[in-house]
Nanobody, 114 residues
Framework: QVQLVESAGGLVQPGGSLRLSCAAS????????MSWYRQAPGKERELAAT????????GYTDSVQGRFTISRDNGKNTVYLQLNTLKPEDTAIYYC?????????WGKGTQVTA
């Protein structure tokens, strides 16, 4: 079965950095785009970043553009999110996600607090 397991987040001072990882299993990882979503307290879940199956193209929501970087290692079945210059408004639960044959799969999420 599809499993997405995020690494531990953490508490970071504003301006600091953090790297999240997500280990994927149960599907051919290299064939699917991967995304990071986030959900701040009292807000709807939003797409933060996405990367194509080959890693050749990535996209970001405006609020994280230039500060966050999504990457992947298809040999390790892992997707990463580098969070730099963190702001208090980046505080959220971050979720790893992919869509396979029309069904969206989610990790359990990891808390990032800035």
């Amino acid at each position: 079965q599809v499993q997405l397991v995020e690494s531990a987040g953490g508490l970071v001072q504003p301006g600091g950095s953090l790297r999240l990882s997500c280990a994927a299993s149960g599907f051919p990882f290299r064939d699917y785009a991967m995304s990071w979503y986030r959900q701040a307290p009292g807000k709807e879940r939003e797409l933060a970043a996405t990367i194509t199956s080959t890693g050749g193209t990535s996209g970001y929501t405006d609020s994280v553009q230039g500060r966050f970087t999504i990457s992947r290692d298809n040999g390790k079945n892992t997707v990463y999110l580098q969070l730099n210059t963190l702001k208090p408004e980046d505080t959220a639960i971050y979720y790893c996600s992919t869509m396979i044959r029309g069904e969206r799969y989610w990790g359990k999420g990891t808390q990032v607090t800035a």
